[in-house]
């Protein structure tokens, strides 16, 4: 198994651009969650998807982010316009069910920089 | 929302030591685990407790799920140079619907001198 795939590993962009976050689950998982890690705030839960449906996104910082999950396979995780304290780690994280089945597995993070 | 504590926030220690690790909560949680992170990577699961009071080891690790399930410590016996890292610990809450998520502590650096 692949695990989780997350892309790009590492953005860097003008502040005010379009940025794309991408994440392939594991296959079979059928619970997805963003997550943004910085220094100062630790690791936050922006969002999480069940069977697909967007669940809770109350961690969402604002309304430049959004987040979709097409199908169980790919999740999109969008900010628009970004600013520089957009800038941190975002994992994504998939999960079996109620997450019993070996907890969750997370990807290698995407390192956005927002300048 | 839901807040977990954990301590110490860095331990320097000498190869071969013990470790010990703690968090704690005002809120009850339904599975806590502890997860380590390396340098550039996502965060890996070590150990998962589902059952309040219940006492679980994964090779030097051993972790305990409070019986309040409002605390859990994490130890590693005889510590060596791969240890370094960080270690968090994270509480799930379930709803109807599913995982409500983790909830993190703010991690513990370890750092190891040899």
């Known amino acids: 198994d692949a695990g989780v795939i997350q892309s790009p590993r590492h953005e860097v962009t003008e502040m005010g651009q379009e940025v794309t976050l991408r994440c392939k689950p594991i296959?079979?998982?059928?619970?997805l969650f963003w997550y943004r890690q910085t220094m100062m705030r630790g690791l936050e839960l922006l969002i999480y998807?069940?069977?697909?449906?967007?669940?809770?996104d109350s961690g969402m910082p604002e309304d430049r982010f959004s987040a979709k999950m097409p199908n169980a396979s790919f999740s999109t995780l969008k900010i628009q316009p970004s600013e520089p304290r957009d800038s941190a780690v975002y994992f994504c994280?998939?999960?079996?069910?109620?997450?019993?089945?070996?907890?969750?597995?997370f990807g290698s993070g995407t390192r956005l920089t927002v300048v | 929302g839901q807040q977990l504590n954990q301590n110490p926030q860095s331990m320097f220690i000498q190869e071969g030591e013990d470790v010990s690790m703690n968090c704690t909560s005002s809120?009850?949680?339904?599975?806590w685990l502890w997860y380590k992170q390396d340098p550039g990577e996502g965060p890996v699961l070590l150990i998962a407790l589902y059952k309040a009071g219940e006492l679980t080891s994964n090779g030097r690790l051993t972790a305990q799920f409070g019986i309040t399930r409002k605390d859990s410590f994490l130890n590693i016996s005889a510590s060596i140079p791969s240890d370094v890292g960080i270690y968090f610990c994270a509480g799930e809450t379930y709803s109807g619907g599913g995982a409500d998520g983790l909830t993190f502590g703010k991690g513990t650096h370890l750092i190891i001198q040899p």
């Open positions: 296959s079979g998982h059928n619970s």
């Open positions: 998807f069940n069977n697909n449906v967007p669940i809770d």
């Open positions: 809120s009850i949680f339904n599975t």
């Open positions: 994280a998939s999960s079996f069910s109620f997450g019993i089945v070996g907890g969750y597995t």
